[in-house]
């Protein structure tokens, strides 16, 4: 099972956004990990989306560019690189496409699993 919480933002109405904590490795250097928090986020069709200040700083291997459809229905190239993720009490090689938003987890990490968000400031995210 895999915990997170549900990050408060702004004041009337109050809004949030659900997030989790994995451990992000370097495929090259195992040792070389950062736990991060990402943004639960079902419109990302990937598995981890990174800034490439931590790309750098991990030091993953690059892969290839990949074209993707934005919220807006453009489509844009995002280069892809290759990280080792702990997810659900085991280490996983998976794609990182790179992106200057917050970190971003999709469906491809959560498939076949199940999300519960209790939709309030602190609300209790789940991934069973």
Known sequence: M????????????????PE??????????PNRSRTIEFLLDTGFTGHLSLPLSIIEELEL????????????????DFAVYAALADWDGQRRTVPVFESESQPLLGMAMLWGKRVTIDAWAGGAVTVT
């Open 2 to 17: 895999i915990r997170g919480n549900v990050r408060p933002q702004g004041s009337e109405p109050v809004t949030g956004w």
């Open 20 to 29: 989790i904590t994995v451990s992000v490795a370097s495929i090259v250097a």
């Open 61 to 76: 291997p690059y892969l290839r560019s990949r074209p993707a459809e934005l919220a807006d229905g453009s489509t844009q």
